[in-house]
């Protein structure tokens, strides 16, 4: 038991020692453990939790939309894998191969799925064949594997991670591109909605595009050890893969054309952000929509009122779940009520409930809020619909205060001194640029900044000079130091 409270809290600051802190919180708060393949980690119940959570709030929203759910092999051979010319490019740092089973080689070496475009267009060059297939919208749930990294960071950089992918086919273009948009703002209501999270939104760079695409979409999100991380990516294909592997349909005049493709994803990256974004030095913060409970129960027990405050306690928590609230009752014994209160703010409960023999006299309980800590007293009575506002205000809090970090640190510049200046504050950058890859790495070799997109929405200024090099804008962009 000793062991146990001198274990417990974390030892560090978040602003002292991001890294040390972040990898305390993810092992104390019984989020993730360590596998023995570097770079690959076990996601507890309460991590993969979030991820269920994620998991049924967009798949409605994608199968209202009209997309089907499948599911596509793990190995994919070298010859699919190799199809898309900018596609393998783009992948071949980071494929793991399967070269023999038991003690055959292969006659064809097989990739462990990076993702999934190869093997799902074989599929689609089978299954299309009239305008009347299409579209054909289908996303799996899966795991991938990429490889090629030195610094895995748990959920944010993993050889093997969760994530959904979806691969799309239309006849025209233009119902292409509005699906690249709008599951964006699916992904949108995701973080804000469920992670209260607030996002960049926008296109990528040509240089940060998807290997194969012809525009990438993302949402950025900015974290408090002053680096960006990108969300989650639609992208839109164009004809490349159907090209290459020959999905075309017969249009409504019996002519053959090939279809226009997205693909897009987002991924247990999310788990990451969230857990950065809101916790603090007692632990993890968790947004009350994602929490595996919701409010905890640490009833005060004596020998002498045991049984009528645990009597109560259980009215209460029926009183909770029956408003949908999810509520776990610590009635542990041989812990002290403080030492629960720890292990519960440690593991990130939105709300906790405390209730001794004198709130049983006086009809009240206190209540206190995981994010603030700040404690109240209220009747029995009304726990249910008040605990269901203190819920509902803690997202909204919790939002609030992540939109103005994040609108704190954007620096809006037009040259490259207050840019290099910006960035080594641990600032994002938003500025005029030209959009040229060369620009762009000699900025990321001096700053150790990345382009991260640019928004939709852009300022009404007359035209600009690029920030860094001084040829003709062609957008404003957003960039920093990133994941």
């Known amino acids: ?19 040390e802190w972040y990898t305390q919180l993810l092992q104390k708060a019984e989020l993730i ?10 996601l507890r119940p309460n991590s993969y939790h979030i991820w269920e959570k994620v998991q049924e709030f967009f798949d409605k929203l994608i199968k209202a939309d009209g997309v089907k759910n499948a599911y596509f092999p793990l190995f994919i051979p070298e010859s699919l894998l190799a199809k898309e010319e900018k596609h393998i490019q783009g992948f071949a740092a980071e494929v793991a191969w399967v070269e023999s ?43 991938v594997v990429r490889w090629e990294f030195k610094h895995p960071v748990p959920f944010l950089r993993s050889r093997e991670f969760l994530w959904q992918e979806g691969h799309t086919a239309f006849a025209t273009k233009n119902e292409a591109v509005k699906e690249t948009y709008k599951i964006l703002d699916f992904y949108e209501k995701v973080f804000t909605e469920l992670a209260a999270v607030p996002v960049l939104k926008g296109k990528k760079s040509k240089n940060e595009t998807f290997a194969g695409a012809e525009y990438s979409l993302s949402l950025e999100a900015f974290l408090p050890n002053g680096k960006a991380v990108q969300g989650c990516t639609s992208h839109h294909l164009g004809q490349n893969f159907a090209k290459a592997f020959n999905i075309t349909f017969q249009d409504e005049k019996q002519q053959s054309q090939h279809v226009w493709q997205n693909s897009w994803g987002i991924t247990t990256r999310l788990i990451g952000i969230l857990i950065m974004m809101h916790s603090d030095d007692k632990g993890l913060v968790l947004p009350p929509k994602l929490a595996l409970n919701q409010v905890v129960i640490v009833p005060i027990l004596f ?15 029926l009183l909770l779940e029956k408003k949908g609230i999810s509520v776990h009752l610590d009635d542990r014994d041989g812990y002290s009520p403080g030492w629960k209160f720890n292990e519960w703010e440690m593991k990130g409960v939105p709300v906790r409930i405390e209730i001794g023999p004198k709130d049983l006299e006086n009809k009240t309980a206190t209540v206190a809020r995981r994010d603030t800590g700040e404690k109240q007293s209220l009747p029995f009575a009304a726990l249910d619909t008040e605990i269901k506002l203190i819920l509902e205000q803690m997202h909204a809090d919790l939002y609030a205060k992540a939109e103005t970090f994040l609108q704190q640190n954007i620096v809006k510049t037009d040259n490259l001194k207050d840019a290099q200046k910006a960035i080594d504050a641990g600032k994002i950058v938003f500025a005029p640029w030209c959009g040229t890859e060369k620009c762009e ?7 150790g900044a990345k382009s991260l997109n640019s928004p939709f929405e852009q300022p009404k200024i007359k035209e600009q000079k690029c920030f860094a090099c001084k040829e003709t804008m062609k957008s404003w962009f957003y960039f920093g130091r990133s994941y």
């Open 1 to 19: 038991m000793s062991s146990k409270k001198n274990n417990l809290g974390i030892t560090v600051k978040k602003d002292q020692d991001f890294s």
């Open 33 to 42: 453990d360590y596998s023995p393949v570097s770079g690959c980690y076990i």
């Open 101 to 143: 089973g038991g003690n055959s080689k292969l006659q064809e070496r097989l990739a462990v799925r990076p993702t999934s475009e190869t093997i799902i267009n074989d599929s689609y060059a089978k299954w299309i064949r009239s305008h009347q297939d299409l579209p054909m919208r289908l996303n799996q749930w899966c795991n």
């Open 303 to 317: 020998d002498n009122s045991r049984a009528k405050v645990l009597q109560e306690v259980q009215k209460i928590k």
């Open 441 to 447: 790495e000699k900025f990321k070799e001096n700053t």
